[in-house]
């Protein structure tokens, strides 16, 4: 049954921008269309609430709008082998904002280290640089603001939350989410085939290194 809440506008004349209001609905929306591929569809970009979907040569835009439209709410999709895509991440949660957050949320740091593993993440979208996603559905509570001021140089492996959000940066960089722990595994490495260990869709579950 299709969705009457989805609108569906051309972006250029390659592409179309399916607004889905969540980001919940987005990531529901890209695993499916990753899992079984529109015709005529060349590339997917999520976003926190849309959803960019840009065709292939010679297409016409215009259909592949219409087959968007009358396509059903997706359930989550399942991988290749039928079960979910799910990556572990260990994680010392050493990071120099964890008492920090311990102050925001009312929890001790131990509650918050709790909290971070006790639900699995779902990656949303990418975001500032490769290998870096966006993680959805983590427990309520460690909801937290960005840094009042950004640090210059956060280290590659540092793990961080954001609003809603909790992400692992794949590189030095600049950054303003406050800093939890890290983690030794390497979120973007060319020689890896998809090169983003952290892929739309996919289930992550952070857990304390040993």
Do not use: C, N
């Not at 999520?46 to 040569?57: F, G, K, Q």
């Not at 994680?91 to 904002?97: S, T």
């Not at 640089?129 to 993680?135: D, E, Q, R, S, V």
């Amino acid at each position: 049954m299709s969705d009457a809440r989805v609108a569906v506008l051309p972006y250029g004349d390659r592409a179309l921008l399916v607004e889905l209001g969540s980001t919940d609905r987005v990531t529901a929306w890209t695993a499916a269309l990753t899992e079984h591929p529109v015709p005529g569809v060349l590339d997917l970009v999520p976003a926190a609430e849309t959803l960019l979907v840009v065709a292939d040569d010679g297409v016409d835009v215009a259909a592949l709008g219409q087959r968007l439209r009358a396509l059903g709410e997706p359930v989550p999709v399942a991988g290749r082998d039928g079960a979910p895509y799910v990556v572990e991440v260990p994680v010392r949660y050493d990071g120099p904002d964890l008492a920090d957050v311990a102050g925001l949320t009312g929890l001790s740091e131990e509650e918050v280290v709790e909290a971070h593993t006790g639900r699995a993440w779902r990656v949303a979208f990418g975001g500032f640089a490769p290998g870096f996603a966006y993680l959805v559905g983590g427990d309520e509570r460690l909801h937290v603001p960005r840094r009042e001021s950004s640090r210059t140089k956060v280290p590659a492996g540092a793990v961080g939350l954001a609003g809603e959000f909790s992400g692992v940066y794949p590189r030095e960089s600049p950054g303003g989410w406050q800093l939890i722990g890290t983690t030794g595994l390497a979120m973007w490495d060319l020689d890896r085939d998809p090169p983003a260990l952290l892929r739309p869709g996919a289930e992550v579950r952070f857990v304390v290194a040993r």
